[in-house]
């Protein structure tokens, strides 16, 4: 809801903005990093004032966030090197949270363990936020039309990075390497979700018959809702929260239990409907 009443509004004021500068979604990605970086470092100050500025920034880094995506479509320049580039900024955003998080904690005079309890909190975070990615990719893949050229599987990606150099094209290696890993712990959470999508792809080829699209929306679509809390937004608002009780620490702990057990039941839930759905296509 709050993405779409607050942040796609700005976010496409702003997409027409930038390519009335003739700004790439990519350099709008980096601005949006760029401010979750410097957002993440205010959090270390145990000053409400200097908190508030970050949670500001924040939401700018947030807001440019939607507005590449929108941008991209705009100018039709949607491409797996900005959605790579687009990923990338968010990991650092976050990356920069919880590492001023834990500096704030240790200098408040918190035991060294709260190095493992962050870290503990942000692979939790990584794996979450693939699992989602994945999940809403699919969605799309099944439900919309034009978003069956975006999706990509691991042997595909394979096979592209094998392709590249380091000699004559590091940069483009180097992406692709971290979408590789990235794809690969997606497929990982979810075998049996990867094994429909490649069931769908071989026996049609892009061209999923209405009733096999019909029947994946109405099995996903009531999880939406709940895979929407472990998205940005739900992670932001808690934490602001915190930040104003000058009580962060209690972030890492939202994170490992609550949206923990949220997304093992998502996980479970997600390969219950992709095995049933398999299920009907065998005879076929």
């Not at 409400?48 to 941008?71: E, K, S, Y």
């Not at 979700?193 to 792809?201: A, G, H, M, S």
């Not at 099995?219 to 808690?238: G, Y």
């Not at 409907?273 to 009907?280: F, G, P, V």
């Amino acid at each position: 809801m709050f993405d779409l009443y607050f942040y796609r509004p700005i976010g496409f004021w702003l997409a027409r903005f930038f390519a009335w500068l003739k700004m790439t979604p990519a350099a709008v990605s980096l601005l949006a990093g760029i401010f979750g970086v410097v957002a993440g470092h205010l959090y270390y100050y145990r000053h409400l004032g200097i908190n508030v500025v970050g949670m500001m920034l924040h939401v700018c880094a947030n807001t440019l966030d939607n507005a590449d995506g929108q941008l991209a479509r705009l100018t039709h320049r949607e491409s797996r090197e900005g959605r790579i580039i687009d990923s990338v900024a968010d990991h650092l955003v976050f990356v920069s949270v919880y590492l001023h998080l834990t500096l704030r904690c240790l200098f408040a005079g918190s035991s060294p363990a709260i190095i493992l309890l962050a870290c503990a909190a942000g692979i939790s975070h990584t794996l979450q936020g693939a699992a989602a990615d994945y999940y809403r990719s699919t969605y799309l893949y099944f439900v919309t039309t034009g978003a069956r050229t975006s999706v990509d599987s691991l042997s595909g990606l394979r096979s592209d990075y094998s392709k590249l150099t380091w000699r004559h094209t590091p940069w483009q290696k180097l992406l692709l390497a971290l979408y590789l890993n990235f794809t690969r712990q997606q497929e990982m959470l979810a075998p049996r979700l990867k094994t429909l999508r490649d069931v769908v792809r071989q026996l049609f080829h892009g061209e999923i018959p209405e009733r096999l699209r019909t029947r994946y929306r109405n099995l996903a679509r009531p999880t939406l809702k709940w895979w929407r809390l472990l998205m940005t937004n739900v992670r932001m608002l808690v934490l602001f929260a915190l930040l104003f009780i000058s009580q962060p620490v209690y972030y890492f702990w939202f994170e490992l239990i609550p949206l923990n057990l949220l997304f093992v039941y998502l996980l479970f839930r997600q390969e219950d409907m992709a095995e049933s759905l398999l299920e009907t296509l065998e005879p076929a």
